[in-house]
DNA sequence: ATTGAAATTTTGCATTG
DNA sequence: CAATGCAAAATTTCAAT
């Protein structure tokens, strides 16, 4: 899958004039593993010429719902081993600039506002121990911070991108057990 | 970045022959961002030619560096902006074949084994309230579950895949802090 | 949405520094 | 040993059915 900076139309972001088919939830499954397939390939897995596939492509980057195609890397290979999650408390309200700014290190993979008992939630990837110690210290050094909690990943058995499946939000109802 | 399929040669993971040299490192940070570029494009953020970073990118992914290149897509637009971690306590030891079936869900991202007050942290992206319930009650379903605890995205500051810093490890050694 | 065809791009190879 | 320039092959992408 190309470049397209020449060929797509110039609005970014637009609503979804069409809703999503079960087409497109296919191609998007597709694109959520494989995203370097050809078009001719990517054609052939859901049954479409390659200019069609392409057209529907299109339209998906247009309309904002594939945000960005990216290289998943492996945080080993690159020396960073250590997996964390960190829960951050704060006094008074937690979204301070100085959190926020956590945001451009490259050991922060996601930082989130969360409902809990906690305030926010960062998943950092480190390169070892030490290195969590100097991030967590230089997280109590931030105004308003009170507390943290760490869980470090022992062994990860799935990690990846949101995942279009081709069901729709089959909420189901609860039963009611009794006890 | 196309197919590579036919050109690769055929070992996958293999010990890196080389170690990831800065330029190596500036290659993995493009390529986490925008995968879409063109080896040309490529070549001319990183200083070299088309065919000397596709030599480059051939070998990180035949090292095993590059795992996948994938699409990201927007939660949102495919029915589901419900962002929640959930820690899953358990009776004795915890990877049971029936939890790590939870990999196979669409709406499981990540699931990891981990240390502190909690054995299991998963990542789920869901359509409502009432598709977590449902999650929920299906968690505590499977033999050992215990307990859980769930934590709902209110707004995400960034999300993003692991990033290739160019800077090396640098774990600063903490200075001690009299109190 | 498909077919066929043109324009870019990828990509292997020989060459050179 | 790695980067460069060229040429072949494949893919994207346009126009018309």
Tied chains: 1, 2.
């Excluded at 069409?18 to 597709?30: E, F, N, S, V, W």
């Excluded at 594939?66 to 290979?77: K, L, M, N, P």
Aim: contains cysteine.
């Amino acid at each position: 899958m190309p470049n397209d900076k020449n060929t797509d139309t110039i609005r970014q972001n637009a609503g979804p004039a069409r809703p999503i088919d079960p087409t497109d939830r296919r191609i998007l499954a597709a694109l959520t593993t494989r995203a370097d397939l050809s078009y001719a390939e990517l054609g052939q897995e859901v049954g479409l010429s390659a200019p069609a596939v392409h057209e529907r492509v299109k339209r998906l980057k247009a309309s904002g719902v594939i945000e960005a195609t990216v290289a998943r890397i492996d945080g080993a290979a690159i020396g960073k081993p250590l997996l964390a999650f960190i829960h951050v408390n704060t006094v008074g309200w937690g979204k301070t600039p100085e959190l926020m700014a956590l945001c451009d290190l490259p050991e922060v993979e996601e930082m989130h506002s969360v409902t809990g008992d906690a305030c926010v939630l960062i998943k950092a990837r480190l390169a070892d121990s030490a290195a969590l110690e100097g991030f967590l210290a230089r997280l109590y050094d931030l105004p308003g911070v009170s507390s943290t909690q760490t869980y470090v990943a022992l062994s990860s058995f799935t990690e990846r991108v949101p995942q279009a499946g081709i069901t729709e939000s089959l909420s189901a109802p609860l039963p009611i057990r009794r006890r």
